[in-house]
């Protein structure tokens, strides 16, 4: 069976071309620049995709779309007719940049590949699907979460969703028994608890701006702080918006949002980027003790992202401050890259693994299932 996956943004396209027999990408692409995102701008990427794929376009199966917001109307991945089409459009207003792209995504996919289905892959529904009230509702008045859906969603969630997979595979558990702390570090980044291979909770809300210190957005803030800031400075809310998402974080605090540059500040003795890698790391390990509580304890704390996966010097200082869950660091595993490895010594309480993520592969295995379970 062989899989096409996009990930229809507003100025790009990426797509991966899988086997699904034996898992292997036959192609990887991306399409930049295509304007400011009417479904003709995706079209003629699509179009550009098709002639990049030569022959291999010919005998695609169906086509699996990342698509940012399902909000609490797809718990899970789905097909995307015209039913479901009309509910995604709905949500737009979730996701006012990226769900008018990943929707003009599915649509020029349905005019170019006739006859191919398409699945929507949402970013929020792995959490939406099993996050209780108590964790997903905010302390303000229910007629706000009634009238316009404020409550938090999650993101990330086709990342948590593969770690949490493959980490059952690799503590040899099946998924629905295996408690987890999933980390996806990377410019973006959150965590995930994981109870019976389902969300219990995660750091992101109603958008992807809460929990972590992140590349460049503030992560966790007292709301009346950005209230303040708003009413001094005479901020628009649209200007509040880019200043928490685009010009917060590592970015606001170092002067870049790249984590190998921010090392190499720390390396030379720079205070700035030596904070800004304790706050990061401080708030990590905060999120993985409570996260920890609440699934019960975890059979596993699992690093994956940009990161996660590539930055040991990040993970020995999220690491360092977990020594209350009995964990210790193996320095010497720690120097893994892009690999699956445990890195907690021996004899550590809760074995702390770094597991690459892969949301492409996840989007592809949904779209599988997606269409094995269609009545026909
Ligand atoms: P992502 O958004 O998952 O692609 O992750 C991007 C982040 O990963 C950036 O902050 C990079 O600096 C960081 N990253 C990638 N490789 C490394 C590395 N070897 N050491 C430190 N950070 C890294």
Same mark, same amino acid.
């Given at each position: 069976?062989?899989?096409l #996956?996009?990930?229809?943004?507003?100025?790009?396209?990426?797509?991966?071309?899988?086997?699904m027999k034996t898992? $292997?990408?036959l192609?990887?692409?991306l399409?930049?620049?295509?304007g400011c995102?009417g479904?003709?701008?995706?079209?003629?990427?699509l179009?550009?995709?098709?002639?990049?794929?030569?022959?291999a376009?010919?005998?695609?199966d169906?086509i699996?779309h990342?698509?940012?917001?399902?909000?609490?109307?797809?718990?899970?991945?789905?097909?995307?007719?015209?039913a479901?089409?009309a509910k995604?459009?709905?949500?737009?207003?979730?996701?006012?940049?990226?769900?008018?792209?990943n929707l003009?995504?599915?649509e020029?996919c349905e005019?170019?590949?006739?006859?191919?289905?398409n699945?929507?892959v949402?970013?929020t529904?792995?959490?939406?699907?099993?996050?209780p009230?108590c964790a997903?509702?905010?302390?303000?008045?229910?007629k706000?979460?009634?009238?316009?859906g404020i409550?938090?969603?999650?993101?990330?969630?086709?990342?948590?969703?593969?770690i $949490?997979q493959a980490?059952?595979k690799?503590?040899?558990?099946?998924?629905a028994?295996v408690?987890?702390?999933t980390c996806h570090?990377?410019?973006?980044?959150s965590l995930?608890a994981?109870r019976?291979?389902?969300?219990?909770?995660?750091?992101?809300?109603l958008?992807?701006l809460a929990g972590?210190?992140?590349?460049?957005?503030?992560?966790d803030?007292d709301a009346?702080?950005?209230?303040?800031?708003?009413e $001094?400075?005479?901020k628009?809310?649209?200007?509040?918006?880019?200043?928490?998402?685009?010009?917060?974080?590592?970015?606001?605090?170092?002067?870049?949002s790249?984590?190998?540059?921010?090392?190499?500040m720390a390396?030379?003795?720079?205070?700035?980027?030596?904070?800004?890698l304790e706050?990061l790391?401080?708030?990590t390990?905060?999120?993985i003790?409570?996260?920890?509580?609440?699934v019960?304890g975890?059979d596993?704390?699992i690093?994956?992202?940009g990161?996660?996966?590539?930055?040991?010097?990040?993970?020995?200082?999220?690491?360092?401050?977990?020594?209350?869950?009995?964990i210790?660091?193996?320095?010497?595993a720690n120097? #893994?890259?892009?690999e699956?490895?445990?890195?907690?010594?021996?004899?550590?309480?809760?074995? #702390?693994?770094v597991?690459p993520?892969?949301?492409?592969?996840?989007?592809a295995?949904?779209?599988?299932? #997606?269409?094995?379970?269609?009545?026909v």
């Open positions: 069976m062989k899989i #996956v996009v990930n229809s943004g507003s100025s790009s396209l990426k797509y991966q071309l899988f086997d898992e $292997t990408r192609a990887k692409g399409v930049e620049r295509i995102g479904p003709k701008d995706h079209a003629a990427a179009a550009q995709v098709v002639a990049d794929l030569g022959d376009a010919k005998d695609i169906a699996g990342r698509i940012l917001h399902g909000g609490e109307v797809f718990t899970d991945s789905a097909l995307m007719t015209k479901n089409m995604a459009k709905k949500l737009v207003k979730f996701g006012p940049l990226h769900m008018p792209a003009g995504g599915v020029a005019r170019i590949f006739k006859g191919v289905p699945v929507g949402f970013d529904a792995f959490h939406i699907a099993t996050m009230d997903g509702m905010y302390a303000i008045d229910p706000y979460y009634k009238k316009y409550r938090k969603y999650g993101f990330h969630g086709t990342s948590h969703k593969f $949490t980490a059952a690799f503590l040899k558990k099946p998924v028994k408690n987890l702390v570090l990377g410019n973006g980044s995930a994981i019976n291979g389902g969300v219990v909770d995660t750091t992101m809300g958008t992807p972590l210190v992140m590349g460049t957005r503030c992560g803030i009346a702080a950005v209230l303040s800031i708003m $001094t400075e005479k628009s809310p649209a200007e509040m918006d880019t200043l928490l998402n685009k010009k917060s974080g590592l970015l606001a605090l170092t002067g870049s790249d984590c190998r540059d921010i090392c190499a390396a030379r003795g720079e205070k700035k980027a030596e904070l800004a706050m790391a401080y708030r390990a905060l999120y003790g409570a996260y920890n509580t609440v019960g975890a596993a704390i690093m994956t992202g990161i996660g996966e590539n930055s040991g010097e990040v993970r020995e200082r999220i690491v360092k401050r977990l020594a209350a869950l009995g210790k660091l193996d320095k010497k120097k #893994v890259r892009g699956v490895k445990v890195i907690s010594a021996k004899g550590s309480k809760i074995p #702390v693994v597991i993520t892969n949301e492409e592969l996840m989007i295995r949904d779209t599988v299932r #997606v269409l094995g379970n269609r009545k």
